[in-house]
């Protein structure tokens, strides 16, 4: 949810630096998706701006996160991740102590849910 937030957040709800992990190089699950279902033109867009790295102005970043909410890149993301959930939930059902297992459950939700 870090990488999600990462494109869906500002500055000051975050904490730190929007798109810094594409300024560091880091290709993050939300940037996965959107490439996945990009047409060929925005896939080569997203690319091209990728193999800048360290040099991705402020423009850049906007096309990249422009792109990734037209495929909805951050929601593929959240998705994957509330299917971890689940396996989580399935996981945990062979154990006793529903208090464990709900704060562990509980912990999970939060991590998809959170938003700074």
């Given at each position: 949810?870090?990488?999600?937030?990462?494109?869906?957040?500002?500055e000051?709800?975050?904490?730190?630096?929007?798109?810094?992990?594409?300024?560091?190089?880091?290709?993050?699950?939300?940037?996965?998706?959107?490439?996945?279902?990009?047409?060929?033109q925005?896939?080569?867009?997203?690319?091209?701006?990728?193999?800048?790295?360290?040099?991705?102005?402020?423009?850049?970043l906007?096309v990249?996160?422009?792109?990734?909410?037209?495929?909805?890149g951050?929601?593929g993301?959240?998705?994957?991740?509330?299917?971890?959930?689940?396996?989580?939930?399935?996981?945990?059902?062979v154990?006793?102590?529903?208090?464990?297992?709900t704060?562990?459950?509980?912990?999970?939700?939060?991590?998809?849910?959170?938003?700074?």
């Open positions: 949810m870090d990488d999600v937030l990462d494109y869906d957040s500002t000051n709800d975050l904490g730190k630096t929007i798109g810094k992990d594409l300024l560091e190089g880091s290709v993050t699950l939300p940037f996965i998706e959107a490439l996945k279902r990009s047409s060929a925005d896939k080569k867009i997203l690319l091209q701006l990728l193999r800048k790295g360290h040099d991705l102005s402020a423009e850049d906007t990249i996160f422009d792109i990734i909410n037209k495929y909805d951050s929601r993301a959240i998705d994957k991740a509330n299917a971890f959930i689940q396996k989580a939930e399935d996981a945990l059902k154990f006793d102590g529903a208090d464990q297992k704060q562990l459950l509980d912990l999970a939700h939060y991590v998809v849910e959170r938003r700074n």
